[in-house]
Each structure stands twice: as structure tokens, then as C-alpha cells.
């Protein structure tokens, strides 16, 4: 009976070991230039990459950079930071990131939205094509640091 006990007690450990889980998450802060420059117009997101062990890594994270191009993480329901794993990141610049919306905040076609909105000088590849990834280590970082190339900046 005793050996009973102890191994229903172990069960108990684990599962409630195993159920304080959930994503962890780590600050996230970084640098954007454009054409070497500090870029203070970007939105950055960065969305969890889920693996066969772990489809449904957590919530995604964006900020908007400042002046000298710096940001800071938030996920969609306001945690400093970012799941820790790896990411795909994507930046454009900020007012490109919405369909649907014409100046003065009314809705029209997306084919009207995407007439209001001025070229966006980041290349797709950092954004609707994106392939770029990040790992966000355990310990945070302040190191998420991207340098954008767009082909007029290559041909200095």
C-alpha cells in the first residue's frame, strides 16, 4: 500500500510539474537600420516557429521601433518580450502593415488600400516573403539586430 501511495504521489508531482508549463518568454530588444541607417518607421513581428513536438509554440510579438531604429517586444496581449524559441521575423514600415484601411481610418477594397499606401523602401523579402529567422534565448536579449539592404542602398 505504502509503494501505492508513493507512486501515485510521483504521478501527482509530475502532472503538476508538467502543467506550469506554458510558453516562457524573454525580453526582446533590438535595432532596425535601413541602408545602415537607424530606421524609426518599421513595425517588427516576430511569430514562433511550432515543431512536431511543439505546434503551438505561444503568442506572437511586434513593436514599432523609435528614431534611432530601437525596439522593444510586446506579445498581442501585452507581455514584455517574446516566447523563447526559434521565430520568423518580419519588418515593413509602419502604416503598410494594415489592408483595408484608407487615411482617416475608413475601411475601402484592398485594392484602395494598397493605392493609399506609399512603396514600402524595406524589400519583401524582410516582410511578405520573409524567410528570416530568430532564436530567442532563455535569458532575453538585447541583440535582435537587423540590417536591412534595399537595392538602391547596394549600389552606393
Keep these: 500500500m505504502t509503494r501505492m501511495r508513493f507512486l501515485a504521489a510521483g504521478g501527482l508531482l509530475v502532472a503538476v510539474v508538467g502543467c506550469s508549463g506554458g510558453p516562457k518568454y524573454a525580453q526582446v530588444t533590438g535595432v532596425v537600420t535601413l541602408d545602415g541607417q537607424p530606421y524609426g518607421n518599421a513595425v517588427v513581428s516576430f511569430q514562433p516557429l511550432g515543431t512536431d513536438s511543439n505546434p503551438e509554440p505561444g503568442r506572437g510579438s511586434s513593436a514599432y521601433t523609435d528614431a534611432n531604429g530601437r525596439f522593444e ?31 482617416g481610418g475608413e475601411g475601402g477594397s484592398p485594392d484602395e488600400a494598397r493605392a493609399s499606401r506609399t512603396v514600402d523602401p524595406i524589400p519583401p523579402e524582410w516582410n511578405a516573403l520573409s524567410n528570416v529567422e530568430f532564436d530567442v534565448p532563455a535569458g532575453g536579449t538585447d541583440k535582435a539586430n537587423f540590417n536591412i539592404e534595399t537595392r538602391k542602398g547596394k549600389g552606393r
Design 73 to 103: 517586444l510586446l506579445t498581442d496581449d501585452a507581455r514584455k518580450g517574446a516566447v523563447v524559441g526559434k521565430h520568423r521575423v518580419r519588418i515593413m514600415t509602419r502604416g503598410n502593415d494594415v489592408y483595408g484601411q484608407l487615411p
